[in-house]
Nanobody
Framework: QVKLVESGGGLVQAGGSLRLSCAAS????????YGWYRQAPGKQRELVAT????????NYGDSVKGRFTISRDNAEKAVYLQMNSLKPEDTAVYYC?????????WGQGTQVTVSS
């Protein structure tokens, strides 16, 4: 059974940093794209960042460009999100997403709260 486990969320003051981690288990094929998404209360889930495993090209949501960095460890089927210069509007539940050629998988989410 596939399981994605996220960690690293929490409460931080504006201007601070957090690093999110997500590790997958039970995936027997290669991951093609790793990603992070977030959902704030009353809003739709939105893209934070993705990274293509083959070649490492990245894509970021406009609101996080220059502040967040996505990286991956394909051997561990793990993806990370370094979040710097956090703002109150970054407050949301952050979800890990990992895609293979056949399926996409989601983590359970980790809460990030940025206080002003």
């Amino acid at each position: 059974q596939v399981k994605l486990v996220e960690s690293g969320g929490g409460l931080v003051q504006a201007g601070g940093s957090l690093r999110l981690s997500c590790a997958a288990s039970g995936v027997s094929v290669s991951i093609t794209v790793y990603g992070w998404y977030r959902q704030a209360p009353g809003k739709q889930r939105e893209l934070v960042a993705t990274i293509v495993n083959d070649g490492g090209s990245t894509n970021y949501g406009d609101s996080v460009k220059g502040r967040f960095t996505i990286s991956r460890d394909n051997a561990e089927k793990a993806v990370y999100l370094q979040m710097n210069s956090l703002k109150p509007e970054d407050t949301a539940v952050y979800y890990c997403n990992q895609r293979t050629r056949f399926n996409g998988y989601w983590g359970q989410g980790t809460q990030v709260t940025v206080s002003s």
